[in-house]
């Protein structure tokens, strides 16, 4: 008898654990706690007093349904996130800016002022949704700008979910009853944040920097590219939200008519050029030099500083640019590009699918609804105003805005994009053939096979260089040929977290790698501090060398490439050979 309630009280430990593991990996409420604590704690003195085993059967099953319940009843609350986590240092003083006049918040040690949600534009809801940007109406007093906004509508992940990814794909997973709430999602998106130095300055270096996430998902306060790091190095540093999915990226005819620039299916884009509008006119006020712009992204963000390098909108709004893993310069992108007819032809496809005629009719119908349209609207285009032609045609004929290039790539981009359709002996040729088609047999030569391993890593390095990193080496010609100083790097630090997968450089170039991580070593925290003085330079001159940083030399023909890893110094692109059946591919006509 002993024996049996010892085994039942160490499996209903186990079972409590998982309650409370799932209650925090969903980030309910100190409520839902409480609530689960005592439905455990009253079964457990129920059983003694039930009899029969099917009694106690019945019991439990009532007790898992209630604590189910309980998951999704008492699940965080929507709020917006604070500037400033933790405990902050206070209030800044007054900005004016031409909306209005806000305050921010500091940091805890004082070191880095924040002003989160900042109206640049118009809530783009009802007759705007789907309308270039219109100016934010001004407000009376001093508006406090110590959260960020909403971020934009895009598909969610439950908590649970996201929970996991932190766990198994960041390692960053941190038990907290301070993020018991989920984070708001809207259509009035168009808000941006400005991290500064603490105290008076002047003239400093603006960056701005647009978040990646396919341009359907993403935020404007991960921590990985917070613009605290820069700041704390003398940058002023400005990030934005900006209009994802079908909101940004729809097109029809109807809408190409209804505006008076002829303009559809780059909402986004123009969200972001009108978010460089107000740095121009603003961010003077908060001791930054509208001179001294520059633009940066990665992945989906990288692809849009890319695309507004080339447009004519954005002329003017910034002098340099950094790309991280994507451009769309490649005569053919690999992604987040198409054109005006295929874009259309989502954009009908979208009408049929939600039972409409019209755009009219698109507009009453609930954004929680339109969300799920964002697998097939969520691609730039070139639409005859914000684009006039493709970017590879803008650079072959020496049109562009930037006067110098910070630009690179990871040393294993693809993994988290093929981790459930990875290759193996089996389907290896199978999938070369089927992308390469004519050139497949070229391609297998350079990549042989014979194990299962070789196939998984050949097949990881070819992806990488499709989707992300053929695009850099076309920008670093087009670079070449239109006289741009360019300096490209190739990132190859492993680590506790992501290491080189995609997106794994940027919490070592804006400096954001946290003090208390053991995910990060010395040797990460060293590298980070030399990749970030390079961009801190670069964001300055246009020149990322500087006094007792190895030389970083510009990138003649894309060949040779600046690795930032355990080692720093030039490395040939392991890609140069693929790049050339790449090029003789797309150059094939359709």
């Known amino acids: 008898m002993r024996k049996n309630k010892t085994g039942f009280c160490i499996l209903y430990g186990l079972f409590s654990l998982l309650v409370f593991a799932l209650l925090e990996l969903n980030r309910n409420r100190i409520a839902g706690w409480i609530v689960a604590a005592v439905l455990l704690a009253e079964y457990f003195l129920l059983r003694k007093r039930l009899k029969k085993p099917v009694q106690r059967v019945l019991v439990f099953l009532c007790l898992t349904a209630l604590l189910a319940a309980n998951l999704f009843v008492t699940v965080g609350p929507v709020r917006l996130r604070p500037a400033v986590a933790g405990k902050n240092g206070g209030e800044t003083g007054i900005v004016t800016v031409s909306d209005g006049q806000l305050t921010g918040v500091l940091t805890a040690d004082g070191e880095v002022e924040v002003y989160a949600g900042i109206p640049y534009a118009a809530p783009p809801v009802g007759e705007l949704r789907w309308q270039e ?35 198994i794909g960041y390692h960053d997973f941190r038990i907290s009853l301070q993020d018991n709430f989920r984070e708001a999602v809207s259509e009035d998106s168009l808000y941006l944040n400005v991290w500064k130095p603490a105290g008076a300055k002047e003239n400093l270096p603006v960056l701005v920097f647009i978040h990646g996430g396919s341009l359907q998902t993403g935020q404007s306060w991960n921590g990985d590219y917070s613009g605290e790091g820069l700041a704390r ?18 097109a029809t005819d109807e809408l190409l008519a209804e505006s008076e620039n002829g ?26 030099d509208p001179n001294n712009v520059t633009l940066a992204g990665e992945s989906a963000g990288s692809a849009c500083v890319s695309a507004l390098c080339t447009s004519p909108l ?24 198409r054109s005006l007819d295929a874009a259309l032809k989502a954009g009908s496809e979208t009408l049929t699918r ?24 969520h691609h730039i285009a070139v639409d005859g105003y914000v684009l006039t032609m493709t970017p590879y045609e803008s650079y072959a004929q020496g049109l562009h805005n ?11 981009e693809a993994t988290p994009f093929i981790l459930f359709e990875q290759a193996n002996l089996k389907n290896y040729e199978q999938k070369v053939r089927k992308f390469f088609g004519e050139y497949a047999d070229e391609v297998l030569a350079l990549y042989p096979a014979s194990t299962d391993a070789e196939a998984k890593a050949n097949w990881t390095s070819i992806y990488s260089a499709i989707y992300f990193s053929h695009g850099h080496h076309c920008w670093a010609e087009q670079a070449l040929a239109n006289g741009i100083p360019a300096y490209e790097y190739f990132f190859s630090k492993d680590n506790g977290a992501i290491g080189p997968w995609h997106s794994g450089e940027m919490i070592y170039c804006y400096g954001n790698i946290p003090e208390g991580s053991k995910l990060y070593d010395a040797a990460d925290r060293k590298l980070s501090a030399l990749f970030s003085d390079y961009f801190v330079n670069f964001i300055s001159t246009g020149d990322p060398n500087g006094p007792g940083l190895p030389l970083w030399e510009k990138s003649e023909d894309g060949s ?22 790449l090029d003789r591919m797309y150059a094939q006509p359709d």
Request: aromatic share 10%; proline share 6%; charged share 20%.
């Open 133 to 167: 940007p219109r100016d934010p109406e001004p407000w009376d007093g001093v508006r406090k700008a110590d959260h960020f906004a909403p971020m934009s509508m895009q598909p969610r992940n439950s908590a649970i979910y996201d929970s996991l990814v932190r766990i």
């Open 233 to 250: 190095k003398g940058v002023i540093v400005v990030n934005m939200g900006y209009r994802l999915g079908v909101f940004g990226f729809l």
């Open 263 to 288: 303009t559809s299916g780059n909402y986004g884009l123009l969200d972001q050029i009108k978010a460089l509008e107000w740095v121009q006119a603003n961010i003077a006020a908060f001791g930054g």
């Open 314 to 337: 954005a002329k003017g709004l910034f002098r340099r640019a950094i790309g991280e893993s994507s451009t769309t310069t490649a005569e053919k992108p690999s992604h987040s590009f």
């Open 354 to 377: 939600f039972g409409v005629s019209n755009v009219a009719q698109l507009r009453q119908i609930d954004a929680g609804k339109l969300v799920a349209a964002a697998d097939v609207n």
């Open 402 to 412: 930037e006067e110098a290039i910070l630009h690179g790539f990871n040393s294993d």
């Open 560 to 581: 040779v490439l600046m690795e930032l890893g355990d080692r720093q110094g030039p490395t040939e692109d392991p890609y140069l050979p693929l790049y050339d059946i």
